[in-house]
């Protein structure tokens, strides 16, 4: 049995790790909860933005901080754009997991194609700086990444809750024509919900780029705890995504102390069954 300290490490970091996961899946969840388009290429567009961060701070010299400047609002447009193409070719649920999977693959193989398979590490000065509380080591830029993601998971909740744009996205994920007969412009509203989603990846993107080691085949390794936090969240409840990331890395990091690393995905795929069996509505 590990000592309590280690297991508060654990428990930190888990927690942490949890808030990156949160923020991957802050996008998905709007995206698929309240667009009812399943968009898988959020993956690629996050991994996309991680490889754009490291390309600019080491090839042009520009601050993480400033490259995610630039990336987050050309991910809005690009956002946009990819909803653009959705909405012409009248896109379903089913049809935009198909859809998105292919242009995960695409982007990744453009992504190896430029930067190759080689693993790259973005190395900052403060890529090693922790804060200590008493005998725990609290990173750096994983408290700033998780700290990121629930101010961003908080604005998102705000805004859907209060203003006439989230209100009004809600309720035509609710019922489409009853929202349309009282003048709510879906359409346009669903392209600045893309827009939205895709620079959360970007967000994302630019603190993978800091904290993790970078290979085309990350997509994947996101592909199913991320779909598990975000069903365990609910779909389209920013704050649900946030904690159920939380719960979830957590739920890994104590799993990888106290057994093997291999029991981390039994531990989160293990919640999220036990979830739906207990509530098969949950979603």
């Not at 600019?56 to 050309?74: D, E, F, K, Q």
Request: with cysteine; glycine share 8%.
């Amino acid at each position: 049995m590990p000592s309590l300290t280690l297991l508060g490490q654990a428990l930190v970091s888990g927690v942490l790790a949890g808030g990156i996961y949160g923020l991957l899946a802050l996008g998905l969840s709007l995206s698929w909860g309240l667009l009812r388009l399943v968009n898988l290429a959020h993956f690629a567009l996050a991994l996309l933005g991680a490889y754009l961060t490291y390309q600019l701070g080491t090839a042009l010299h520009l601050s993480p901080w400033l490259a995610a400047a630039v990336i987050v609002p050309a991910f809005f447009l690009l956002g946009c754009g990819l909803h653009a193409v959705f909405a012409y070719f009248r896109v379903t649920e089913f049809t935009s997991l198909l859809v998105t999977f292919g242009l995960t693959v695409i982007l990744e193989s453009l992504i190896q194609w430029f930067w190759t398979a080689d693993y790259r590490r973005y190395e900052t000065p403060y890529a090693t700086a922790s804060l200590r509380v008493g005998p725990l080591f609290i990173p750096t830029l994983e408290m700033l990444a998780c700290l990121t993601a629930a101010v961003l998971a908080l604005a998102t909740w705000a805004w859907l809750r209060f203003s006439y744009v989230g209100k009004a996205l809600r309720a035509s994920a609710e019922d489409p024509a009853m929202a349309a007969a009282f003048g709510v412009n879906h359409r346009r509203q669903a392209f600045l919900l893309s827009g939205v989603s895709a620079a959360y990846a970007g967000v994302a993107g630019a603190f993978i780029a800091l904290i993790s080691t970078l290979a085309p085949a990350q997509i994947w390794a996101w592909l199913g705890v991320v779909f598990a936090v975000v069903i365990i969240g609910r779909l389209g409840n920013p704050l649900g995504a946030l904690l159920a990331g939380m719960l979830i890395g957590a739920s890994e990091s104590i799993a990888m102390a106290i057994f093997a690393p291999a029991w981390a995905p039994v531990v989160s795929f293990s919640v999220l069954i036990g979830i739906l069996l207990w509530d098969p509505e949950w979603l």
